[in-house]
């Protein structure tokens, strides 16, 4: 994908190369007032932090930049919802439905297919899956957040 990418830049970098020296050679004569973008040919585009020459390899990256979600963005989950009304935190409904955490802070869930297909699983794999498995410390830490107090009191 990146290669694709790349060749893409490369060829709008060359007509933008071209389109400048067209211009710059039409400005010496009646053209003299129109003004021109400074482009050296000795540049090479290879990341987007540099300064683009031409606006068109811009909008090329612009739009080539969402179908590319996996290589260009990280998955955060950064989200806590908040009421409308006094601005408190709320639950992520989901965590509680598929989740229950322990009172040493400890978050336990199933294991995952559990209820799906039993018909074609062996005894043993569907012993195997009813049984709890915990979560790491930064999977605890984000459920953490996604709960409020409600959630983390003793029974």
Wanted: proline content about 3%; overall charge positive; charged content about 25%.
């Amino acid at each position: 994908i990146l290669r694709h990418l790349n060749i893409l830049t490369s060829s709008t970098y060359r007509n933008c190369v071209k389109n400048a020296s067209l211009i710059s050679a039409l400005s010496t004569g009646r053209f003299g007032h129109i003004q021109t973008p400074v482009v050296s040919s000795t540049s090479r585009l290879t990341t987007s932090e540099r300064n683009l020459t031409c606006g068109h390899t811009s909008v090329t990256l612009n739009r080539v930049a969402p179908l590319l979600p996996s290589v260009l963005k990280l998955p955060v989950r950064s989200l806590t919802y908040f009421s409308t009304r006094k601005g408190k935190r709320k639950t992520v409904k989901a965590v509680i439905y598929r989740f229950l955490r322990l009172h040493c802070g400890l978050w336990v869930r199933r294991k995952a297919g559990y209820k799906k297909k039993l018909w074609k699983k062996e005894p043993v794999r569907k012993k195997r899956l009813r049984e709890f498995v915990f979560c790491n410390k930064t999977q605890s830490k984000l459920l953490d957040k996604m709960t409020t107090s409600f959630w983390k009191r003793r029974n």
